[in-house]
């Protein structure tokens, strides 16, 4: 088995003039497909070495390549290869980012063989890119710093003075999830007032509490886990995995009055280079018998409706979603997410 695995953006900067622009795009001798696939993702290695793995073992002569990083360096980096486009695959992110690609024409349409288990919300309407996982939002804490009584129960809570330098938050602008979350506290209020103002208030009240924007969410748990911060805001199933399979001191919180519940989706890359190896690998990871690896192994939620005997915590586990004007939120995203690093982080250091 041929390992190529991308390890960072450093390497890959050099692999995109280098081997990934030079890999073979020819078909494989014995299924078809072609010898490699790219794939940019932000699941983390844990999952994309695994299934790199399983997916080489059913098609070992297509080498899977992938880079590891946040979902809006992602999206940023499919725009910037627009005219030679260096990956095939890109695996997970909000769908509101995926909506954005189709907009930009970057996303290849394709209609998978499962399509008729997906609703109509996990979905774009010309298949553009489809919905993997649901993932809720939630408050993080470290329970040998915290309490189960004393955590914070909604989203005003955080802001609370007594948690001032007890908050890690992964940096929002890398961060899809952290966009998506910060974006849905400014609508809380923006529904109504039709103004950003209450929202970017609330977000200077949080960052007022916040200790530091950890770069990745490796950096991130590990300084919760330390004790370096004592909570954050993040989702669900990697707070679950974290807890569950690395022992981490970690528990959440469901906010009450309601969380923002994103679709994590998939799409082929326009113009990809690997096409055949591309769709396969589209299938694979997203097949019934992935899906339940998903769930068991990695706590992730499927958006597929026939998928059986899935886990307790998925099927008992009550989330009340927040009611998401997602197709404002992605045009309003990037004003407000530029106004907060602008006036709201770079105001915070200023003073410091």
Request: aromatic letters at 12%; one cysteine or more; a negative charge.
């Amino acid at each position: 088995m041929r390992w190529k695995v991308i390890l960072s953006l450093t390497l890959v900067t050099g692999l995109a003039t280098g081997c990934l622009a030079s890999s073979p795009s020819g078909e494989s001798a014995k299924d078809g497909l072609e010898e490699t696939v790219v794939v940019y993702s932000p699941h983390g290695k844990d999952i994309l070495q695994d299934f790199e793995k399983r997916f080489e073992k059913e098609h070992p002569n297509t080498d899977v390549q992938w880079l590891d990083m946040g979902s809006q360096e992602v999206l940023d980096r499919i725009r910037s290869e627009k005219g030679n486009p260096q990956a095939d695959v890109w695996w997970g992110g909000p769908s509101v980012m995926f909506e954005q690609a189709r907009e930009e024409g970057l996303l290849e349409k394709y209609k998978p063989s499962y399509a008729d288990a997906l609703d109509d919300e996990f979905h774009a309407k010309d298949y553009s890119w489809t919905g993997t996982f649901k993932t809720p939002q939630v408050i993080m804490y470290n329970t040998n710093e915290i309490s189960r009584k004393e955590a914070p129960k909604d989203w005003d809570d955080l802001l609370d003075k007594k948690w001032k330098d007890k908050i890690i938050i992964r940096y929002p602008l890398a961060s899809g999830t952290m966009r998506t979350i910060f974006s849905s506290m400014i609508y809380r209020t923006y529904q109504e007032s039709k103004a950003p103002k209450e929202g970017y208030e609330w977000l200077k009240k949080l960052d007022a509490n916040t200790k530091e924007y950890a770069a990745n969410p490796e950096m991130m748990y590990s300084k919760i886990a330390r004790g370096e911060g004592s909570m954050t805001v993040w989702d669900m199933p990697d707070v679950v995995m974290l807890k569950e399979t690395k022992h981490y001191p970690f528990d959440y919180v469901i906010p009450e009055s309601g969380t923002p519940v994103l679709t994590d989706g998939i799409a082929l890359v326009k113009g990809g280079k690997h096409p055949k190896a591309a769709k396969e690998f589209y299938e694979f990871v997203n097949s019934k018998d992935a899906a339940k690896i998903l769930a068991e192994k990695y706590y992730r939620i499927p958006t597929r409706n026939d998928i059986d005997d899935l886990p307790a915590w998925i099927t008992e586990t009550k989330i009340k979603p927040m009611e998401l004007d997602w197709d404002l939120i992605r045009k309003k995203e990037k004003e407000w997410m530029e106004y907060w690093d602008e006036n709201i982080k770079s105001k915070k250091q200023a003073e410091e």
